[in-house]
């Protein structure tokens, strides 16, 4: 049931955005396994559209900030105003108090506002003025962020990068979607409506199941093995690679990866996980934690070559166990 009801959410999405299946697919498994998902592209690749349609399509409330050099930290949480009729303060919450962020363009705003969009994420509460108030659930936040036009920016920190469940690069659409793109917006009466499918009992109902999703130990293993593979690579046998990273993923990445993997499988129709399902989601689970020097750029080397690398030589031991 909770399956035919994905298909129908997707099927749904795919009426305005075409061509980006694996983006909805990853804002899906983030949705579903609590995850915050960061997504970097050039402009014009359906990111705020698709996070816009996906919103319609689920019984949540939803809200679109644009990240600008002046928005302040009150903007996103809200703030403290005088009631002169009243002759007391009240609280105005921000726009931070709704199920789905998207937070559009989040490297544009300066570190304060971007520490409090990720301290929220974390903690699933903001502080305004002395009361402490919690978020409604689910609370997800899906940010974009563009690789160009970098004057004027403020990129994101390692650090609080690593609170996103996953980082999604969107690539340019084939030659057959770019031109259904063309006819369908070319076509000034385009105006195709979604149905809401998915109710926050449907989500906390999927997440419970997926909760219930199998994982052996052997593939457990093999995720602990492709985490130390990325922090200790000399001794996997990656001698090369290894002068190009500086700093290996965080514990949170063996912890997404186990999720997300147990979400592509429940989304196949599994109970259980493959190793097909934890090779599927690494690179974008992996990604945005390794930290490559300076050696790297200058070879023209990114951390997704890095995991590919690292997906193809390390295999998964059957007998291998963890003490």
Same mark, same amino acid.
């Given at each position: ?30 949705? #579903? ?7 970097? =592209?050039?402009? =014009? ?16 409330? #939803? ?17 403290? /105003? ?5 002759? !007391? #303060? ?48 689910? &609370? ?29 690069? /969107? ?32 989500? &906390? ?15 457990? !293993? ?24 500086? #700093?290996?993923?965080?514990? +949170? ?8 993997? +147990? ?6 129709? +599994? ?21 490559? !020097? ?30």
């Amino acid at each position: 049931m909770h399956q035919e009801k994905i298909k129908q959410v997707i099927d749904e999405v795919k009426k305005i955005v075409v061509g980006q299946d694996r983006m909805v697919n990853r804002l899906l498994i983030g949705l #579903f396994t609590n995850g915050h998902i960061l997504l970097e =592209g050039v402009p =014009g690749l359906a990111k705020t559209l698709t996070v816009n349609t996906l919103a319609k399509v689920l019984h949540l409330d #939803f809200k679109r900030i644009q990240f600008t050099p002046d928005l302040l930290p009150s903007d996103l949480i809200g703030t403290m /105003i005088y009631n002169q009729q009243e002759s !007391n #303060f009240e609280v105005k919450k921000g726009p931070i108090f709704s199920n789905i962020i998207l937070a559009d363009e989040v490297n544009r705003s300066p570190a304060k506002v971007q520490s409090a969009l990720l301290e929220a994420m974390q903690e699933k509460q903001v502080t305004i003025g002395e009361t402490t108030y919690q978020l409604d659930r689910p &609370f997800l936040v899906l940010a974009t962020q563009n690789p160009v036009d970098q004057e004027g920016t403020y990129p994101l920190p390692e650090a609080q990068v690593d609170r996103f469940m996953m980082k999604v690069h /969107i690539d340019y659409p084939s030659k057959s979607d770019e031109l259904e793109v063309m006819r369908r917006m070319a076509n000034m009466s385009f105006a195709s409506e979604v149905n809401a499918i998915l109710s926050k009992e449907d989500i &906390f109902a999927i997440r419970a199941k997926i909760n219930e999703v199998q994982i052996a130990e052997p593939l457990e !293993n093999y995720i602990i093995e492709l985490v130390f593979a990325t922090r200790f690579p000399e001794k996997y046998g990656l001698k090369e690679e290894a002068k190009y990273i500086q #700093f290996g993923v965080s514990p +949170r990445a063996s912890i997404n990866l186990n999720l997300a993997a +147990r979400a592509a499988a429940f989304m196949d129709g +599994r109970d259980y996980v493959l190793p097909e399902d934890i090779k599927e989601v690494a690179e974008d689970v992996l990604n945005h934690r390794i930290i490559l !020097n300076y050696e790297a750029e200058a070879d023209n080397i990114n951390t997704r070559d890095l995991i590919r690398i690292i997906l193809d030589k390390i295999p998964i031991n059957k007998n291998v166990t963890f003490k």
